[in-house]
């Protein structure tokens, strides 16, 4: 399980855009699966989406089609998660996680009781 850390949320407004990251301090994700997932309020940790290293894009919601995509910018420790027009049930804590597969990493987080702080995304008025 790759050590990982998010950052980059906040409070934004219904229709608004953020970008989160996801870095690695100790290796490169080049070669790695990347999958957000998220917790809202009184929910289930969800995953969300899933890049894989050929930067095939597996959507798990289909509420977040088309508004959210993986972002790989060749810097190697870090992928982004773009978020665009945000809605209030949007708002959730948001977790990274990296292995060789999208499915593998999947099962290997949500398997596991050691997540990190992720960051905080409040859609609201």
């Known amino acids: 399980q790759l050590q990982v850390v998010e950052s980059g949320g906040g409070l934004v407004q219904p229709g608004g855009s953020l970008r989160l990251s996801c870095t690695c301090p100790?290796?490169?994700?080049?070669?790695?699966?990347v999958v957000w997932f998220r917790q809202a309020p009184g929910k289930e940790r969800e995953e969300i989406l899933c890049n894989d290293p050929t930067q095939s894009t597996t959507y798990y919601l289909d509420s977040v089609k088309d508004r959210f995509v993986i972002i790989r910018d060749g810097a190697g420790n870090t992928v982004y998660l773009q978020m665009n027009s945000l809605a209030p049930e949007d708002t959730a804590v948001y977790y990274c996680?990296?292995?060789?597969?999208?499915?593998?990493?999947?099962?290997?987080?949500?398997?596991?009781?050691?997540w990190g702080p992720g960051t905080q995304v409040t859609v609201s008025a």
């Open positions: 100790e290796v490169t994700l080049d070669y790695s699966a």
């Open positions: 996680g990296g292995g060789p597969t999208c499915r593998d990493t999947i099962d290997t987080y949500k398997g596991t009781e050691s």
